[in-house]
């Protein structure tokens, strides 16, 4: 980063003596937005416990695009991106502020890809089925920034690394996907379905990567045989994981937040770092 680039970042948004931390969350399954369970408890009862931030930053499975985006987008809507569910969950609005001046400043700490602006963009089920249960009130403004689905996973790790600086800025940087997301397994009408194996096997290798900081091995995950393949298919729900450990320091603790499984091919695993 330039040293112009940097002063400009800190008159505008000084440092805090604490930075902010870094989530990673299993969302799972849209319906969660309306359940009373385990993992909707976890969400509020973290809620509770975290200072609250300046913005929020999220980096959802539910956006990616042909190029990286950030949205400027000062009203957010609530986008309903799904189908097939009760109008309950439809009624649903989540729409706190944006904030255009930090997703400005986002870009300019970039140097790994051209970040452009979006001007429309809402917050989508990877966002608000969360953070209604962390900041219920919409009080803390919140923006969204893509995942470009043509790169690799090192491409999006090296990003995230390159996003360290906003959580010095008191920005909270939330990422939501699952580390096992397989639809085409999945028990619909189950919840508490028992996990296949390889869903049990492969949530245990993340986490066994995570509390030893080996993160070439999350990052090169197709080389992590069976258990992997099935539990990627696609990696849309995966690579926000690959933000969250770049966006890691070496010296902070990551602390397993909820643990836990839905509808037997879903892992909900979520852990803090900061």
């Known amino acids: 980063m330039k040293l112009q680039e940097l002063a400009t970042i800190a008159g505008n ?73 009760p109008d309950e969950l439809f009624r649903v609005k989540y729409e706190p502020q944006g904030h255009p001046e930090l997703a400005r400043e986002l870009k300019s700490l970039v140097s790994l890809t051209d970040v452009m602006e979006d001007h429309d963009m809402g917050l989508d089920h990877g966002a608000w089925t969360v953070l209604k249960f962390i900041w219920p009130e919409a009080d803390v403004p919140v923006f969204e920034m893509s995942m470009d689905y043509s790169k690799d996973a090192a491409f999006h790790f090296r990003l995230g690394e390159q996003l360290k600086a906003l959580r010095r800025r008191g920005v909270l940087i939330l990422c939501s996907g699952n580390i096992v997301h397989n639809l085409r397994m999945i028990v619909w009408r189950d919840i508490d379905a028992q996990p296949y194996d390889w869903n049990f096997e492969f949530d245990g290798f993340v986490k066994e990567q995570l509390e030893h900081r080996n993160f070439d091995a999350l990052i090169n995950y197709d080389k992590a045989g069976l258990a992997a393949r099935m539990s990627i298919p696609t990696n849309d729900h995966y690579l926000p994981l690959m933000y969250a450990i770049g966006l890691i320091e070496k010296s902070e603790p990551i602390k397993h937040i909820y643990e836990g499984y839905q509808f037997g091919s879903l892992s909900m695993r979520c852990f803090q770092a900061g």
């Open 13 to 85: 948004f000084p440092l805090r003596e604490k930075t902010m931390p870094l989530l990673f969350i299993g969302h799972g399954h849209p319906m969660n937005a309306l359940w009373d369970n385990d993992f909707t408890r976890t969400l509020t009862k973290l809620g509770q416990s975290l200072d609250k931030p300046s913005a929020v930053l999220v980096i959802s499975a539910h956006w990616e695009t042909v190029g990286t985006y950030v949205s400027v987008n000062p009203a957010p809507r609530t986008i309903h991106d799904f189908g097939g569910f």
